[in-house]
């Protein structure tokens, strides 16, 4: 079963808090508490070491899949307009391509089939990094 941990930020302090076992539903819960600001980080982890990192809020997402073989992959959203985005995640303001910031269904999508199986969606575009 997947993990989840919340992190948010006051200051330089974090606050973390740690889900076990958890489901579908607190996944979803999770992201929404995403705002952009001070909570800016979710993870979810696998027992093989897999993870997928949600960063952001507010509408707007950073999500990061590595695991323990260091395959690095960022969800992408090619409709968007080429450029750059600021975007607060891991409590600290970031310059991203503006491919790599996606909207919250993408986002969801991306965090269910990864909580439910493990694995990345295959029908969403990751690009190696």
């Given amino acids: 079963m997947a993990s989840i941990r919340i992190q948010s930020w006051h200051g330089q302090k974090v606050e973390s808090r740690l889900i076990e076992n958890a ?16 909570t800016t980080e979710v993870t979810v982890e696998q027992a093989d070491e897999s993870y997928l990192v949600i960063g952001g809020g507010d509408g707007r997402y950073h999500v990061a899949y590595g695991n323990a073989d260091d395959d690095f992959r960022t969800l992408q959203d090619e409709s968007r307009p080429a450029g750059e985005e600021k975007l607060v995640t891991g409590g600290q303001l970031g310059v991203f391509h503006s491919a790599s910031i996606v ?8 965090a269910e089939t990864f909580i439910a199986t493990g694995e990345l969606d295959k029908t969403l575009f990751w690009k190696e990094e």
Avoid at 29 to 35: E, G, M, P, Q, T
Avoid at 103 to 110: D, E, H, M, S
């Fill in 23 to 38: 489901d579908i539903a607190q996944m979803r819960d999770s992201v929404d508490a995403l705002d952009n600001k001070v």
């Fill in 103 to 110: 909207g919250k269904p993408l986002a969801v999508r991306a």
